[in-house]
């Protein structure tokens, strides 16, 4: 067993939402658990009667009854609770005291700023209006190129409220990113902002809106928000859109009608836009947020994220439950490395989740939170984004606070939730996640899918969930669907990550078991880069893999066949590493760029992604491949050596790291 850094006081458990919910079922429905173990495996065995339970604790409400929980558990297509119909937004506006502080704001340039309750709901039945006033209704597109402010969020519950689909994009992701993947989806109108700050330069982006509109044509209304740079033609200013006395309104909808799009990306072709229900979304966020993050109504909850993250759909989530969110947008690192400690003591935050890439840069840093902050209202710190290493979990409890719950967590854009995570009644153990959580069916199968206990597997989920993707935009026959996540085992979802679980149900993830890219909250398919660095005319061919190093820090190296009398020298480099940053993101520059003869391809012509990355991991190159079925099998062999070179502590495949991959 890991060593144990944190249990939970008598105090936590009796105060524990998780210890409430159990009583009631206990109370309202007979079912009794012995601890959590017992109950995570009546509410996997009995679904139906668990997810209906959260429906009835968490007092959703529609204006029709549901005819059934769930029409079927076979994946893809399970129907949640067919027949009813709700509104997302409907229930972040319930119940609340319009004078508490709903949103804190923070960004580099400003002062910290808050929005009440009333504030909120006044500005977003304000920009309803208008969007009703656009022509926007049930089933229109609404896409942002917005930074993490209070437009974006007021925005997005607008988009809901008329049962408009929204999608967002961070702005410091190239025009070419935000059109490969708005463009798809076709949206009506574009809302914006004129730029950004980050590391105390202002980010021009009025050019890439421009671009935007222009490879767009849905688009046919803009509005711009933030301080004027340069005039944007043809658009509409966001302050002017202002609607006092907007009365709320909220459109019902079926349990499956679109709430979101998000973005996920395969390796080969245009990153995939995923479609979430207003019902899905609803029921995981209550579930998630309330059980297993145990956030209140006095809890304040901040995610260092962006737009272009599905951890910022996850923190507005938090408002279901009455809890204050805290939005910043700049460097989390300016003006010095103590600048989310500085935040989480000036705004009394209790629960802070960062990505565990923000853990590793803090501990390089020589930062000491625990001797510098008060941090006296922070009683939770939640990591994702990649596995957070042993030693990241002894840096918090040793340099941030002692007496503090960690809770790791993992998931996805693929279903905006995390599916093992924390439990506030668990013990912390170093570089575990605490458990697999409620309703999620997540098991280790090896690749004959056989379930695996207490050995590395591919991570699936055997039964389904609501907030699984209604559908992929633009996938007519589900075929593009079907095979993302249901091709490897049929009727199993699988997820793209390698996982332990242990015998009493922690879990140990061990980064991407494919070729996505994932950096800082970013999440891109190889395809993508490949455009933009095949397209410099001294490139012919290209090859990148995303190592998380089991144990160790992340490895992005980028592989590169140049064309004849072409040379790898440092402007070739600053090229690519320019061409990425600007057309895709800064965040997918490569860690190192790398000259090779030629790229493995498979007898099709497909780059060989996977099996590289397992090779530069340290598996046995006879296990990752097979001669007979690549195109150009001597290719591998520079990959071989390349491992070998590196060799050690840094790519073998060790136990002793954890941490989650949202």
């Given at each position: 067993?890991?060593?144990?850094?944190?249990?939970?006081?008598?105090?936590?458990?009796?105060?524990?939402?998780?210890?409430?919910?159990?009583?009631?079922?206990?109370?309202?429905?007979?079912?009794?658990?012995?601890?959590?173990?017992?109950?995570?495996?009546?509410?996997?065995?009995?679904?139906?009667?668990?997810?209906?339970?959260?429906?009835?604790?968490?007092?959703?409400?529609?204006?029709?009854?549901?005819?059934?929980?769930?029409?079927?558990?076979?994946?893809?297509?399970?129907?949640?609770?067919?027949?009813?119909?709700?509104?997302?937004?409907?229930?972040?506006?319930?119940?609340?005291?319009?004078?508490?502080?709903?949103?804190?704001?923070?960004?580099?340039?400003?002062?910290?700023?808050?929005?009440?309750?009333?504030?909120?709901?006044?500005?977003?039945?304000?920009?309803?209006?208008?969007?009703?006033?656009?022509?926007?209704?049930?089933?229109?597109?609404?896409?942002?190129?917005?930074?993490?402010?209070?437009?974006?969020?007021?925005?997005?519950?607008?988009?809901?409220?008329?049962?408009?689909?929204?999608?967002?994009?961070?702005?410091?992701?190239?025009?070419?990113?935000?059109?490969?993947?708005?463009?798809?989806?076709?949206?009506?109108?574009?809302?914006?902002?004129?730029?950004?700050?980050?590391?105390?330069?202002?980010?021009?982006?009025?050019?890439?809106?421009?671009?935007?509109?222009?490879?767009?044509?849905?688009?046919?209304?803009?509005?711009?928000?933030?301080?004027?740079?340069?005039?944007?033609?043809?658009?509409?200013?966001?302050?002017?859109?202002?609607?006092?006395?907007?009365?709320?309104?909220?459109?019902?909808?079926?349990?499956?009608?679109?709430?979101?799009?998000?973005?996920?990306?395969?390796?080969?072709?245009?990153?995939?836009?995923?479609?979430?229900?207003?019902?899905?979304?609803?029921?995981?966020?209550?579930?998630?947020?309330?059980?297993?993050?145990?956030?209140?109504?006095?809890?304040?909850?901040?995610?260092?994220?962006?737009?272009?993250?599905?951890?910022?759909?996850?923190?507005?989530?938090?408002?279901?439950?009455?809890?204050?969110?805290?939005?910043?947008?700049?460097?989390?690192?300016?003006?010095?490395?103590?600048?989310?400690?500085?935040?989480?003591?000036?705004?009394?935050?209790?629960?802070?989740?960062?990505?565990?890439?923000?853990?590793?840069?803090?501990?390089?840093?020589?930062?000491?939170?625990i001797s510098s902050h008060s941090l006296k209202k922070l009683r939770g710190f939640g990591s994702t984004g990649s596995p957070l290493p042993a030693e990241g979990f002894v840096w918090i409890y040793s340099s941030v606070k002692r007496d503090i719950w960690l809770a790791s967590i993992s998931g996805g854009s693929d279903l905006c939730t995390a599916f093992v995570g924390g439990c506030p009644v668990l013990p912390v153990r170093s570089g575990e996640i605490q458990c697999r959580n409620l309703g999620a069916d997540v098991a280790s199968f090896d690749?004959?899918?056989?379930?695996?206990?207490?050995?590395?597997?591919?991570?699936?989920?055997?039964?389904?969930?609501?907030?699984?993707?209604?559908?992929?935009?633009?996938?007519?026959?589900?075929?593009?669907?079907?095979?993302?996540?249901?091709?490897?085992?049929?009727?199993?979802w699988r997820h793209g990550d390698w996982i332990k679980i242990g015998v009493d149900g922690s879990c140990v993830i061990y980064g991407r078991s494919d070729a996505t890219l994932k950096r800082m909250g970013v999440r891109m398919g190889t395809s993508e880069v490949y455009r933009v660095v095949e397209s410099i005319p001294r490139v012919a061919d290209s090859l990148i893999v995303d190592m998380e190093f089991l144990g160790g820090r992340s490895y992005m190296p980028l592989f590169v066949v140049l064309r004849q009398d072409a040379e790898l020298d440092?402007?070739?480099?600053?090229?690519?590493?320019?061409?990425?940053?600007?057309?895709?993101?800064?965040?997918?520059?490569?860690?190192?760029?790398?000259?090779?003869?030629?790229?493995?391809?498979?007898?099709?012509?497909?780059?060989?992604?996977?099996?590289?990355?397992?090779?530069?991991?340290?598996?046995?190159?006879?296990?990752?491949?097979?001669?007979?079925?690549?195109?150009?099998?001597?290719?591998?062999?520079?990959?071989?050596?390349?491992?070998?070179?590196?060799?050690?502590?840094?790519?073998?495949?060790?136990?002793?790291?954890?941490?989650?991959?949202?």
């Amino acid at each position: 067993m890991a060593r144990v850094l944190w249990e939970p006081s008598d105090e936590v458990v009796e105060e524990a939402n998780i210890t409430a919910y159990s009583r009631w079922l206990e109370e309202e429905k007979g079912i009794h658990a012995r601890g959590y173990p017992e109950l995570w495996a009546w509410s996997v065995r009995e679904l139906e009667q668990f997810q209906e339970s959260v429906w009835q604790y968490f007092r959703v409400m529609s204006s029709e009854r549901y005819s059934k929980v769930l029409d079927s558990r076979t994946m893809p297509g399970a129907k949640w609770f067919p027949g009813s119909s709700i509104n997302y937004a409907e229930h972040i506006f319930r119940e609340r005291d319009h004078g508490k502080t709903a949103l804190i704001l923070k960004t580099e340039q400003e002062e910290t700023g808050r929005v009440s309750w009333g504030e909120l709901q006044g500005k977003t039945a304000a920009f309803a209006d208008s969007l009703r006033s656009m022509g926007v209704g049930r089933g229109d597109r609404v896409a942002a190129y917005l930074p993490n402010t209070a437009e974006a969020v007021i925005a997005m519950l607008a988009c809901s409220s008329v049962g408009a689909v929204w999608s967002s994009c961070a702005p410091d992701f190239g025009a070419q990113s935000a059109v490969d993947r708005f463009r798809q989806i076709e949206p009506k109108v574009l809302v914006a902002a004129y730029g950004y700050s980050y590391r105390g330069k202002w980010n021009s982006k009025a050019e890439a809106v421009g671009q935007i509109r222009e490879a767009i044509p849905s688009i046919k209304r803009t509005v711009m928000v933030g301080q004027e740079t340069s005039r944007i033609e043809r658009s509409e200013h966001w302050e002017d859109l202002s609607r006092p006395g907007a009365r709320p309104g909220f459109e019902h909808v079926p349990f499956d009608h679109p709430l979101w799009i998000l973005y996920s990306s395969g390796t080969t072709g245009l990153p995939k836009p995923i479609v979430h229900g207003h019902g899905g979304i609803l029921m995981e966020h209550f579930k998630t947020l309330a059980l297993h993050n145990d956030l209140k109504p006095d809890d304040r909850m901040f995610w260092y994220t962006s737009t272009g993250w599905m951890m910022w759909n996850y923190l507005v989530g938090a408002l279901l439950l009455d809890s204050t969110i805290v939005l910043y947008e700049g460097d989390p690192f300016f003006p010095g490395p103590h600048a989310l400690w500085d935040l989480a003591d000036e705004t009394g935050m209790t629960f802070l989740g960062a990505s565990a890439a923000y853990v590793s840069a803090s501990m390089r840093s020589g930062i000491n939170p625990i001797s510098s902050h008060s941090l006296k209202k922070l009683r939770g710190f939640g990591s994702t984004g990649s596995p957070l290493p042993a030693e990241g979990f002894v840096w918090i409890y040793s340099s941030v606070k002692r007496d503090i719950w960690l809770a790791s967590i993992s998931g996805g854009s693929d279903l905006c939730t995390a599916f093992v995570g924390g439990c506030p009644v668990l013990p912390v153990r170093s570089g575990e996640i605490q458990c697999r959580n409620l309703g999620a069916d997540v098991a280790s199968f090896d690749e004959q899918g056989l379930e695996r206990v207490g050995e590395v597997g591919e991570l699936v989920i055997r039964k389904p969930m609501p907030s699984m993707p209604l559908y992929l935009w633009g996938d007519v026959t589900g075929e593009r669907y079907r095979e993302s996540y249901f091709g490897m085992f049929p009727g199993v979802w699988r997820h793209g990550d390698w996982i332990k679980i242990g015998v009493d149900g922690s879990c140990v993830i061990y980064g991407r078991s494919d070729a996505t890219l994932k950096r800082m909250g970013v999440r891109m398919g190889t395809s993508e880069v490949y455009r933009v660095v095949e397209s410099i005319p001294r490139v012919a061919d290209s090859l990148i893999v995303d190592m998380e190093f089991l144990g160790g820090r992340s490895y992005m190296p980028l592989f590169v066949v140049l064309r004849q009398d072409a040379e790898l020298d440092d402007s070739l480099r600053a090229e690519i590493n320019q061409k990425i940053r600007k057309e895709l993101s800064p965040k997918m520059v490569p860690d190192a760029i790398i000259e090779v003869g030629e790229v493995p391809r498979t007898l099709n012509g497909k780059k060989v992604e996977v099996p590289v990355k397992r090779i530069l991991l340290g598996v046995e190159p006879s296990k990752t491949y097979t001669v007979g079925s690549l195109r150009n099998p001597d290719s591998m062999a520079f990959f071989v050596e390349f491992a070998r070179k590196r060799g050690g502590n840094e790519t073998h495949m060790a136990d002793e790291s954890g941490g989650g991959n949202a």
